[in-house]
């Protein structure tokens, strides 16, 4: 039987001006996808095209982590915008960031909604279709990473978009399978062993704790851990040697 394979991504360039995120040279190289954010919840030009040109040396895909339009929050809050002009602002985040990264050596070969607007797709039904437009307007062969059973999972499919499953290292999960709220106890886990153990759970048995102490189905394809997490260095190269002690292979989905 052969290894199972799986991608392990983690959000990068996610600095702006003064404000340094740290850790995007160290985690490129543990990753093998790389979710640059677009300059509408974090980021800038010229931490976009660094970002890319880093990812290109360390031979990590390159994805477009969008967002809505919320650099004070983030992008981790929900805003009510009609679904042309999100569409629009999404067709303008991917669009800038292919450019970066044609200048840097590399591609675009995916996209990744980011925080408010990733978990609001997983319901919200005018959004869902934002986001299919945005990525089939700009590129149908761009892969596109959601969370598994969501309205833009089944939205994207519809429209003959490629679907990436995707499962989370370092995030609480509900006895629903979505990610419990930043607002809740037990949404971001620290531990990088018991991360670790998780996510070698999660590849080899497609089941993950939540935290109700339930038994939740995962079908992940891809695994993120979050670079904005305290220690997310750590957790990633951990979560890495356990995979691989595993037997299981690390490769991007592209």
Same mark, same amino acid.
């Given at each position: ?24 040279e ?11 954010a ?27 982590q ?26 303008y ?12 050596g590399?591609?675009?070969?995916y ?14 039904e ?16 761009? *892969?596109? &990473?959601?969370? $598994?059973g969501?309205?833009? +999972? =089944?939205?994207? #499919?519809? /429209?003959?978009?490629?679907? %990436? ?16 709220p930043?607002?809740?106890?037990? *949404?971001? &886990?620290?531990? $990088?062993?018991?991360?670790? +153990? =998780?996510?070698? #759970?999660? /590849?080899?048995?497609?089941? %993950? ?16 851990v979050?670079?904005?997490?305290p ?24």
């Amino acid at each position: 039987m052969p290894a199972p394979r799986i991608d392990l991504n983690a959000d990068c360039g996610e600095s702006l001006a003064a404000w340094s995120m740290d850790g995007d040279e160290a985690i490129l190289s543990v990753v093998t996808s790389a979710n640059v954010a677009c300059g509408f919840h974090a980021g800038d030009p010229t931490v976009a095209r660094r970002t890319c040109t880093a990812a290109a040396a360390h031979g990590v895909a390159v994805g477009a982590q969008v967002s809505y339009d919320d650099l004070k929050g983030f992008g981790r809050r929900f805003i009510a915008v009609p679904r042309t002009e999100l569409a629009d602002q999404l067709v303008y985040q991917i669009g800038a960031l292919q450019a970066l990264a044609r200048a840097s050596g590399t591609e675009v070969g995916y996209v990744k909604p980011h925080g408010a607007l990733y978990n609001a797709i997983v319901h919200h039904e005018e959004h869902a279709a934002a986001v299919v437009d945005a990525v089939r307007d700009v590129d149908p062969e761009l *892969a596109l &990473l959601v969370l $598994p059973g969501s309205e833009i +999972e =089944r939205r994207a #499919r519809e /429209a003959g978009l490629r679907t %990436v499953r995707e499962a989370f290292a370092d995030r609480g999960y509900t006895p629903q399978a979505t990610l419990v709220p930043r607002t809740e106890p037990g *949404a971001v &886990l620290h531990d $990088p062993q018991a991360i670790a +153990e =998780r996510v070698v #759970r999660m /590849a080899l048995e497609g089941v %993950v704790e939540a935290a109700d102490g339930s038994l939740v189905a995962v079908d992940a394809q891809s695994i993120c851990v979050h670079g904005d997490t305290p220690g997310a260095v750590a957790i990633a190269e951990r979560v890495r040697a356990a995979l691989q002690e595993a037997g299981v292979e690390l490769g991007s989905f592209l």
